[in-house]
């Protein structure tokens, strides 16, 4: 079946670092695949997705690119900032017409000034 | 984007009983979906909710354990039978992206319940 594995953490960060969160999929045929980010206190929020090979998907600075030779889709920000401090989910939706989400175990990230 | 409302946001409940989640969204939409979060682990999908027929529970869950309403396109119930600590999780509702086909879900901000 679908899986997601995602970098575990937690990750503590300066502000201004660089930020890679490593997430790789298993899945059959051509998923769809999401960053999902929880902010303290908030509901999950969509931070960006890709649908199909080679696309990128970015947002609020941060960006993934969808590699099927690597079946991978990392999240990198070049510059942290303290908001930035949330719980980051990799997600995947297997190739079919449902809407079932498959998530990763999710990284939290604190950022400090 | 559709706006989700859970309620209760927070509860603390005893072993054996039994408590009823609502969602309710701003916008009318064919299925809602109800995930659990249990502490450190990912989000699980328990079930899909489809208005005027039966809910779709994923392996591992059952309709006895966590029995589901959907009594229009806009609301649903998630109800957690017979509590006990293993059930102390965050309970989502969430619903997909309105005339799109990419999967995006909207969530709401989440049931967190504490089983004694």
């Known amino acids: 079946g679908d899986s997601v594995t995602q970098m575990e953490g937690p990750v503590t960060l300066s502000e201004e670092a660089f930020l890679t969160i490593n997430c790789t999929y298993t899945?059959?045929?051509?998923?769809?695949l999401f960053w999902y980010v929880q902010y303290p206190g908030e509901g999950l929020q969509l931070l960006l997705k890709?649908?199909?090979?080679?696309d990128k998907g970015s947002n609020k600075g941060f960006e993934a690119t969808y590699r099927k030779e690597t079946t991978s889709f990392h999240l990198e920000k070049g510059s942290v900032q303290v908001s930035d401090s949330a719980v980051y989910f990799c997600?995947?939706?297997?190739?079919?017409?449902?809407?079932?989400?498959?998530f990763g175990k999710g990284t939290l990230l604190t950022v400090n000034p | 984007s559709a706006v989700i409302s859970q309620k209760p946001s927070r509860d603390i409940c005893q072993r054996g009983t039994s408590l009823t989640i609502q969602c309710q969204v701003d916008?009318?939409?064919?299925?809602m979906f109800w995930y659990r979060q249990q502490p450190g682990q990912s989000l699980t999908l328990i079930a899909t909710?489809?208005?005027?027929?039966?809910?779709?529970?994923e392996s591992g869950f059952v309709i006895d354990k966590f029995p589901i309403s959907r009594p229009n396109l806009t609301f649903s119930t998630l109800t957690v039978s017979n509590m006990s600590p293993e059930d102390s999780s965050i309970y989502l509702c969430?619903?997909?992206?309105?005339?799109?086909?990419?999967?995006?879900?909207?969530f709401g901000e989440g049931s967190r319940l504490t089983v004694l």
């Open positions: 890709a649908t199909k090979a080679d």
């Open positions: 997600a995947l939706r297997g190739g079919g017409s449902n809407y079932k989400l498959t």
């Open positions: 909710a489809n208005q005027g027929s039966e809910a779709t529970y």
């Open positions: 899945a059959t045929g051509y998923p769809s």
């Open positions: 969430s619903v997909p992206e309105a005339g799109a086909h990419t999967g995006e879900l909207f």
């Open positions: 916008s009318q939409v064919t299925m």
